[in-house]
């Protein structure tokens, strides 16, 4: 069984930065891709981000591109994601997500995603 606990979320002014983190119980850990989604009032649940396994490859939503940074750290079980540059767009619920199988297709998407986080709020006043 695994489970994730994000933290970091928090009220924050446009422009300004955050970093998430998202700690992950199980011993497999390093071996599930993980990602971070997120959801706003009346809007379906969105990619952000996800990093492989090991580390080696990221994917970006295009929304996030150039501000966002995914990583994680197998020795600690936990997956950080730092986001710069704030936007107003950017509030909403943000998700940490574990899945043990997927393709660099279906990653980008909610499907092969198994565990999931309890969510943490980001708020970006304007």
């Known amino acids: 069984q695994v489970q994730l606990v994000e933290s970091g979320g928090g009220l924050v002014q446009a422009g300004g930065s955050l970093r998430l983190s998202c700690a992950v119980s199980?011993?497999?850990?390093?071996?599930?891709?993980t990602g971070w989604f997120r959801q706003a009032p009346g809007k379906e649940r969105e990619f952000v981000a996800t990093i492989t396994w090991n580390g080696g490859n990221n994917f970006y939503a295009d929304s996030v591109k150039g501000r966002f940074a995914i990583s994680r750290d197998n020795a600690k079980n936990t997956v950080y994601l730092q986001m710069n540059s704030l936007k107003a767009e950017d509030t909403a619920v943000y998700y940490c997500a574990a899945a043990r199988y997927g393709n660099i297709r279906s990653i980008v998407t909610t499907t092969p995603y198994d565990y999931w986080g309890q969510g943490t709020q980001v708020t970006v006043s304007s």
């Open positions: 199980g011993r497999t850990f390093s071996t599930y891709t």
